[in-house]
């Protein structure tokens, strides 16, 4: 048996429709290779792992990496790589936007080239295109172009290119000091390279989805400017404790907001006005912190989480007003005890938002 020449790593979620049409333009366009997919599966719902193995059992080059309670297209990616033995691995998107035409090119020219570390699937280069894209998301895209860029400080036309090739030495020597988190693996491998990458890059065009639905979100931005950040100052404060900073600011700010409102519109004693305005934080604190975590599985996997985090939050609403109350009445201003009393109050939601998202 021959051994495995190159290893199409595919992550996915939700992605059932894809995958068949997806092997079937793999072994068309790699005929003549020794090559093998790994569709890393962020357990799905709409049952992709299970359309996977159905082609694994008739066809031995395709395997499923099925992940429960695990998500996130960059760690899906580093585990993928890391369960494959051939010499070179590419990265590619399972919703046909990336062109499989060009794997031949890439992978000829990172071999005919030993001092390459990596090949790039560029839309950004001459012959490349993004195809009919919206100003807006042409616009998002540019922006974090010009700061991948500015970061990375190499002269790479398209750091957010998920179509990618490398050499597993390169990812062996690098995939320790990964970030793993988000949906920018290529900009994590030159941000944790301790050397300097030598990469050429291919032009394609970038192609509309096949099926499903578009995985580009709020979350998506938020996870690339946290691992801007975390390469760029990570080294000298951590990440998590400023985004709690951060956090608790924001919070603090918004309970002194909602406090002035309610003691001009309300006019109602300070217990009720206090426990009013934590209970609205609490609910606005769960709601921002959703819209950072992973997809949930639906209305149920939401209210479960909702209950946990309220009732979990609520212990925290007690106290912060118990402390707020035990202080307005020893003779703090209301606007003072308030905020004293919200601090506590998002220390506990801190905790309780951990609890719930197990982040």
């Not at 090739?165 to 390169?170: K, N």
């Not at 998590?240 to 006019?267: E, P, Q, T």
């Amino acid at each position: 048996m021959l051994s495995v020449q190159i290893t199409i790593v595919i992550p996915t979620y939700n992605e059932k429709d894809n995958v068949k049409v997806l092997v079937e333009k793999l072994s068309s366009t790699l005929a003549g290779c020794s090559w093998e997919a790994i569709f890393v599966d962020d357990d799905s719902p709409d049952g992709t792992a299970e359309v996977v193995r159905d082609i694994a059992r008739k066809d031995a080059r395709v395997r499923c990496l099925q992940r429960i309670g695990r998500k996130g297209l960059s760690s899906a990616c580093i585990e993928g790589m890391l369960s494959c033995s051939s010499d070179y691995m590419a990265v590619m998107d399972a919703d046909m936007q990336h062109d499989e035409a060009i794997l031949p090119k890439m992978l000829e020219t990172l071999k005919g080239n030993s001092d390459l570390d990596i090949v790039i699937g560029s839309r950004y280069v001459e012959g490349g295109g993004v195809g009919q894209w919206p100003a807006i998301r042409k616009l998002i895209s540019s922006i974090a172009t010009k700061i991948g860029q500015a970061v990375l400080r190499a002269d790479l036309k398209d750091p957010m290119s998920g179509f990618f090739m490398l050499r597993q030495s390169f990812f062996r020597q690098t995939v320790r000091k990964l970030n793993g988190k988000g949906f920018k693996i290529l900009f994590d491998l030159f941000a944790s390279s301790s050397t300097k990458v030598n990469f050429q890059e291919v032009p394609y065009d970038f192609r509309q989805r096949n099926a499903g639905e578009s995985k580009l979100d709020f979350r998506v931005t938020f996870d690339y400017g946290i691992m801007v950040l975390d390469k760029i100052i990570g080294r000298y404060i951590s990440i998590r404790f400023l985004l709690f900073f951060i956090n608790s600011i924001l919070v603090l700010l918004l309970h002194y907001f909602l406090l002035m409102l309610a003691a001009i519109f309300l006019r109602q004693t300070f217990v009720f006005t206090q426990l009013l305005v934590s209970l609205v934080v609490l609910m606005v604190f769960f709601m921002f912190n959703k819209t950072r975590s992973v997809k949930n599985d639906g209305v149920y996997k939401f209210a479960w989480e909702a209950v946990s985090f309220s009732s979990f939050g609520c212990i925290g609403v007690v106290i912060n007003v118990s402390i707020a109350y035990c202080l307005f009445d020893f003779g703090l201003t209301g606007m003072l005890s308030g905020l004293i009393g919200g601090s506590i109050g998002a220390l506990w939601n801190y905790i309780a938002i951990k609890q719930v998202f197990r982040k």
